[in-house]
Nanobody, 123 residues
């Protein structure tokens, strides 16, 4: 069983940056594809970014491409989401997730989830 814990959320002004971290315990992160999702109030959870087990393949939602970067440090069992040029529409609870398959933009294909961390971008 893999436990995931996000951190790094907070309140930031438009145009600011945050780096989210997702620490994994109970497993080896290099054996899982990883992803970040987010859910804003009143909206469905949506894909943000994902990375393969090796780190060689990544995918991003169109709304964050060029602003967000997913990365991983398998030695630390930690995944990161660097978020730059934040916009009010990025406000949401951000979740990290792990999947036994290569990686995916579909939340139903993820096996493990963290509790989420709140990101609020003020205008």
């Amino acid at each position: 069983q893999v436990q995931l814990a996000e951190s790094g959320g907070g309140l930031v002004q438009t145009g600011g940056s945050l780096r989210l971290s997702c620490a994994a315990a109970g497993g080896t992160s290099s054996t899982y594809g990883v992803g970040w999702f987010r859910q804003a109030p009143g909206k469905e959870r949506e894909f943000v970014a994902a990375m393969s087990r090796s780190g060689l393949s990544t995918g991003y939602a169109a709304s964050v491409k060029g602003r967000f970067t997913i990365s991983r440090d398998n030695a630390k069992n930690t995944v990161y989401l660097q978020m730059n040029n934040l916009k009010p529409e990025d406000t949401a609870v951000y979740y990290c997730a792990a999947t036994k398959i290569r990686y995916s933009e579909y939340d139903l294909q993820y096996d493990y989830w963290g509790q989420g961390t709140q990101v609020t971008v003020s205008s």
